[in-house]
């Protein structure tokens, strides 16, 4: 069903032409996407703009996996968050930003309620310490888990979720969520030792790598040792490398105090990325984000003001998050609209799946009307031989 044409089903847009451009054409329309900007701005790294699409469509299992692929604790940031995410919403300068935090919310609520379950990675037989049970070290600790390593969780405290567990107050975060959650990664395999204050690396002789995620707590010096000091920090590249072989930081430790809980979780997911490379005796990679769609380079006309669903508190039921996340502009990623398709005066696009779209080369004539009608700046106009 086409969302140009509400109600009229198209099952072929016609062709103005049956001829073959040959050699004339100077542009052609590539589809690369770009970077939402609520997802650049979220510090977990999370893929907003799918996980709304799939939201809309009520299929929200999908929408709750592509979630934790990224984030371990999305009934925490659903939250706690500092929503750095609708702050950076291109909505937000249209009418109201998405309530993106209480999409996220749901999803982890509704995961844990349906009892679904991330399965980790296969064993590498690597086996890795991490000291310090706060969201950064848990995070970690998680997506060492998904790449099927090894994990042992040292915490000085009896109780594992650091700053989660005794720095928010109840109706900020309620006890049974956080332990919800927390259980989920006891399922999956990661190891929390509470009671256990580490103080010399010597006491983690035989793992494969050690990561130090102990907050704004003093780093006692057994384990400080090699490395180099900036304040509360420790310095370290953007996978928690120190100068230090095998010893990384994640978290307060490598950020800084004061960015909040989404930055632990991101920290920590980019040294378990740092670690897994290390173990594999590889550098790691990191795929460069596309140019960021600003909201000038949205087609607005395609879109009618809306206020948030559910009001400043959010929506909270299923049916209010899917008409919330209907909202979205699905920035910079195409969303199956079908525009371009219908739009096309040559009838040269050829759709293969939900949202993915072929042009037919032979017959594009450069026209970019495509381009210019994709309401979300995924198709753009190069230069032939570019
Ligand atoms: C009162 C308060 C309220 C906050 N509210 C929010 C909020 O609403 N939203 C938000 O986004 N952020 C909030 N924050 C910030 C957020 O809690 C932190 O940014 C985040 O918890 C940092 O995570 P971390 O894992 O680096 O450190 P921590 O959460 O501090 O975890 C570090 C863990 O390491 C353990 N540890 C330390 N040394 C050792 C050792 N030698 N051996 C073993 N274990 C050790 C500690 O016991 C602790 O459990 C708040 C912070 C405070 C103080
Ligand atoms: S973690 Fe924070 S910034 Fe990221 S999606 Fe959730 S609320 Fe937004
Ligand atoms: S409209 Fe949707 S994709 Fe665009 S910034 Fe806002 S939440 Fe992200
Ligand atoms: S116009 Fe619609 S279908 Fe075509 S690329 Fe853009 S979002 Fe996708």
Redesign the pocket.
């Known amino acids: 069903m086409s969302r140009l044409l509400p109600g009229i089903v198209i099952d072929r847009p016609g062709s103005s032409s049956d001829y073959l451009t040959s050699g004339w054409r100077y542009l052609r329309p590539v589809r690369e996407g770009r970077t939402a900007p609520c997802a650049l701005a979220c510090p977990v790294g999370n893929d907003l703009p799918r996980i709304l699409y799939l939201v809309e469509r009520g299929r929200v299992e999908e929408a709750w996996r592509t979630l934790k692929r990224t984030n371990p604790f999305p009934s925490v940031c659903g939250r ?3 929503r750095f995410c609708e702050a950076a919403c291109n909505r937000g300068g249209f009418d109201e930003a998405l309530a993106v935090r209480s999409v996220e919310r749901f999803l982890g609520d509704l995961g844990r309620e349906r009892g679904w379950r991330v399965q980790p990675g296969g064993e590498t037989g690597y086996r890795v310490a991490v ?7 848990l995070s970690c600790a998680y997506h060492l888990r998904l790449r099927g390593h090894g994990v042992v969780v ?4 009896e109780r ?5 567990a005794w ?2 107050p109840e109706h ?1 975060l309620p006890r049974s969520v956080l332990e919800g959650e927390l259980s989920q990664l006891k399922e999956m395999g990661v190891v929390v030792k509470g009671g ?4 010399e690396r010597e006491e983690l002789a035989g793992y494969g790598a050690v990561v130090l ?5 003093p780093l ?1 010096e057994g ?1 400080a040792g090699g490395l180099v000091r900036r304040g509360e920090k420790v310095e370290a590249d953007e996978w928690g490398r120190t100068g230090v072989k095998g010893v990384f930081v ?4 490598a950020e800084g ?1 004061g ?6 979780i991101g920290s920590g997911r980019r040294t378990a990325e740092g670690v897994d490379a290390f173990l594999r005796g590889e550098e790691p990679r990191r795929v460069p984000p596309s140019p960021v769609l600003g909201l000038e380079e949205v087609k607005l006309d395609y879109f009618t003001f809306s206020r948030r669903v559910g009001g400043p508190a959010g929506p909270g039921s299923e049916e209010e998050v899917r008409a919330e996340a209907g909202r979205c502009f699905s920035c910079g990623t195409c969303n199956g609209c079908d525009n371009c398709w219908i739009l096309c005066p040559e009838g040269c696009i050829v759709k293969e799946g939900e949202t993915e779209y072929r042009t037919d080369e032979d017959y594009c004539k450069g026209c970019g009307i495509c381009a210019q009608e994709c309401p979300r700046g995924v198709i753009r106009m190069v230069e032939e031989g570019a």
């Open positions: 706690v968050c500092y000291v310090g049970a706060g969201p950064a070290g040292f915490e000085a405290r594992e979720g650091g700053l989660l720095g928010m900020h256990r204050e580490v103080r995620a102990t907050g704004r707590n006692p384990l994640a978290g307060e430790l105090v960015r909040g809980v989404a930055w632990a």
